[in-house]
């Protein structure tokens, strides 16, 4: 799995993001946050407010965007709590980013479901690595893609899967990977889901289940019946 990183805090870092502050339009969204708490329970807000902040570092450096320590200061002085209680919270979650990343985001789920069996998740990982040309924790030479590995990301059913960004792209194979990324690379958006064909998460091949009549009032997409 990967490694802990480090929080960069050089004095480039704060130059650059000291003065970090809320846009206009993120103001509001942050007020909305923190509508949602009782008075003297703002630190409820941590979360969704780094998850605000790291967007906005994305949308200023054209990337997914990531957490430097002048903005995870901000935050803290934003719901009026010491700095350390927001970066536990920045620490602990892997959806917060610590460091500098890509314009593409590539998480390989590398747990049980997506490496057993027939999956091979492994296999998908390899095939970014090579296709890309970096390893894992690593971003691509013309900073479009960082890779990791993740735990479980929840798309079991549909082994092996990915996650760039905020779409899932499931039933992976080396060649539906790549041929995901290279869209990536051109500025085409790929659909995401599962790549094999399937719909969602129904059974691969012909149903064997659920193929008579309905049962009370259940309703079945008639494809599935």
Same mark, same amino acid.
């Given at each position: ?12 870092? !704060?130059a650059?993001?000291? =003065?970090?502050a809320? *846009?206009?339009? #993120?103001?509001?969204?942050?007020? @909305? ?22 967007r ?22 934003y719901?009026?709590?010491?700095y350390? !209680?927001?970066y536990?919270? =920045?620490?602990?979650? *892997?959806?917060? #980013?610590r460091?500098?990343?890509? @314009? ?26 090579d296709?890309l ?15 990791i590995?993740?735990e ?8 092996p899967m ?30 995401p ?16 289940t ?14 599935w019946?």
């Open positions: 799995m990967a490694d802990a990183v480090h929080i960069p805090d050089e004095a480039e870092v !704060r650059r993001w000291g =003065a970090f809320w *846009t206009e339009e #993120n103001a509001r969204k942050a007020q @909305e946050v923190l509508a949602r708490y009782p008075a003297g329970r703002e630190q409820s807000g941590s979360i969704p407010l780094l998850d605000l902040a790291q906005q570092v994305g949308a200023e450096t054209q990337t997914q965007g990531w957490l430097p320590v002048p903005v995870i200061e901000y935050v803290a002085r719901i009026g709590v010491p350390m !209680r927001v536990e919270v =920045a620490t602990f979650y *892997t959806m917060f #980013n460091e500098p990343i890509g @314009e593409y985001f590539v998480q390989v789920c590398t747990t049980t479901p997506c490496m057993l069996g027939g999956c091979g998740s492994t296999l998908i990982l390899d095939t970014i690595k296709h040309g970096i390893k894992q924790g690593q971003t691509s030479k013309d900073g479009k893609f960082t890779l590995e993740a479980c990301l929840g798309a079991c059913s549909n082994a990915v996650q760039i960004n905020d779409e899932y792209y499931e039933d992976l194979t080396p060649e539906t990977i790549k041929k995901v990324l290279d869209d990536m690379s051109a500025g085409r958006k790929p659909k889901g599962p790549q094999s064909g399937r719909r969602t998460v129904e059974p691969k091949g012909q149903a064997i659920l193929v008579g009549k309905a049962a009370g009032t259940e309703v079945f997409a008639p494809e019946r």
